[in-house]
C-alpha cells in the first residue's frame, strides 16, 4: 500500500506517494489537448502507456540520460500541477530519483522552473507549479517538458506509469475578471430578475433587481468566509 507523499525538511525532496489521484475540483486535466513525445522508449513501452489510464503498464526510455517527456500545446495554456505514478517497490533501479521541469515556448527557449528529488516513490507524486511569489499560481506556456535526470540505484534507463498535467478551470461566469472558490457563490453568481429577465453579475458591487426593489451587496474575493446566503437568493 502506498504511503502518504511528504515534503522533507530539505526543500525539494519527496519521499513516498499517494495511493489515489486526488486533485481539486478548480483544477482540470489538460493532457488531452497536448502533443506528446519521449526522446526514446523500448519497444511496446512507448508514450501511450503513459496516458492509458493503466498503472500496470509503463514507458520505459532506451538511450542515455536524461530522458525526456514533452508536453506541447497549439496554442498558451495555464498549468498549475504534474502528477506522476511511479513505483519503486517493482521498478527498483528504474524509478527516477530527480526529475526537472521545465516550461517555454518550444524546444529553443525551455528554462527550468522546477527540480526534485524522490526517495523511494511509491503511487502518485505531486509536483505543484507554483512560483515562490504565492501570487504565481501557475506557468503560462506553450510547451512543459519532464526530464527524468536520474534513476535510483544508478539506474541507466527509467519507468514512469503514468502523467497527469492540470491546470485551472475557465471562469465559469462570462465576462466577470475574477473566479469564486466555493461552489455555493458559483452558483449563485448570477441572479435573474423576476420580472424583467434580466441578469447582473459584476466583480465588486453586484445590483439585484427583484421586482420592485433592488439589493446591492459587495463580493469580497475570497467567498468562502461568508457561511450563508443573504435570503434574497432563497
Not at 503513459?50 to 514533452?70: C, I
Request: overall charge neutral; some cysteine; charged content about 25%.
Amino acid at each position: 500500500m502506498a504511503t502518504e507523499s511528504s515534503e522533507s525538511e530539505e526543500e525539494g525532496k519527496i519521499t513516498g506517494g499517494n495511493q489515489h489521484l486526488i486533485v481539486e475540483d478548480d483544477l482540470r486535466e489538460m493532457g488531452k489537448k497536448a502533443a506528446w513525445s519521449v526522446s526514446s522508449c523500448k519497444t511496446g513501452n512507448g508514450v501511450s502507456s503513459l496516458r492509458d489510464d493503466n498503472l500496470e503498464t509503463y514507458w520505459q526510455s532506451d538511450g542515455a540520460q536524461p530522458h525526456l517527456v514533452n508536453i506541447q500545446f497549439q496554442k498558451k495554456v495555464k498549468l498549475q500541477l504534474v502528477v506522476l505514478y511511479v513505483d519503486f517497490k517493482l521498478d527498483e533501479s528504474y524509478t527516477p530519483s530527480k526529475i526537472s521541469i521545465r516550461a517555454g515556448d518550444g524546444f529553443h527557449n525551455l528554462k527550468e522552473i522546477k527540480t526534485v528529488e524522490l526517495v523511494k516513490p511509491t503511487g502518485w507524486v505531486y509536483l505543484s507549479l507554483s512560483g515562490n511569489d504565492p501570487r504565481e499560481t501557475f506557468v503560462n506556456t506553450f510547451m512543459l517538458q519532464i526530464v527524468v535526470l536520474s534513476n535510483h540505484l544508478n539506474g541507466r534507463d527509467t519507468h514512469v506509469r503514468q502523467i497527469k498535467v492540470y491546470g485551472p478551470r475557465p471562469n465559469p461566469i462570462p465576462h466577470q475578471p475574477f473566479q469564486f472558490t466555493s461552489r455555493e457563490f458559483i452558483t449563485y453568481s448570477t441572479v435573474r430578475s423576476l420580472d424583467s429577465g434580466h441578469c447582473f453579475s459584476r466583480a465588486a458591487d453586484c445590483i439585484i433587481g427583484l421586482g420592485s426593489f433592488s439589493v446591492q451587496m459587495s463580493f469580497g474575493w475570497d467567498d468562502t468566509k461568508i457561511r450563508k446566503l443573504p435570503s434574497v437568493f432563497k
